[in-house]
Nanobody, 122 residues
Framework: QVQLVESGGGLVQAGGSLRLSCVAS????????MGWFRQAPGKEREFVAA????????YYSDSVKGRFTISRDNAKNTVYMQMNSLKPEDTAIYYC???????????????WGQGTQVTVSS
């Protein structure tokens, strides 16, 4: 069992930056691939970024590639997402998730956090 708690969301102006954190409970964190997803009002949850258990492989959605960076610190049981050059269309609830495979599909992730709100004003 893995419990995930996100933090770092907030209100920022377009062009600004935020860093999201997701702290995991349990000693098996390093065995899981980790992903970030987001859901805007009235829209389906969508993939944002993911990385392997070692951090050596990463995937990004085209909409955030070059602006967002996912990373992890297995010693701290934490995954991060640095978000730069934020746009109003990045406004959403951001969720971190843990799964056994490095994939972009949400149904493949077994554990989810409660989400953190990111709002980007124009």
């Amino acid at each position: 069992q893995v419990q995930l708690v996100e933090s770092g969301g907030g209100l920022v102006q377009a062009g600004g930056s935020l860093r999201l954190s997701c702290v995991a409970s349990g000693r098996t964190f390093s065995r899981y691939a980790m992903g970030w997803f987001r859901q805007a009002p009235g829209k389906e949850r969508e993939f944002v970024a993911a990385l392997s258990w070692s951090g050596g492989n990463t995937y990004y959605s085209d909409s955030v590639k070059g602006r967002f960076t996912i990373s992890r610190d297995n010693a701290k049981n934490t995954v991060y997402m640095q978000m730069n050059s934020l746009k109003p269309e990045d406004t959403a609830i951001y969720y971190c998730a843990a799964g056994m495979e490095l994939v972009v599909t949400s149904r493949s992730y077994s554990y989810w956090g409660q989400g953190t709100q990111v709002t980007v004003s124009s």
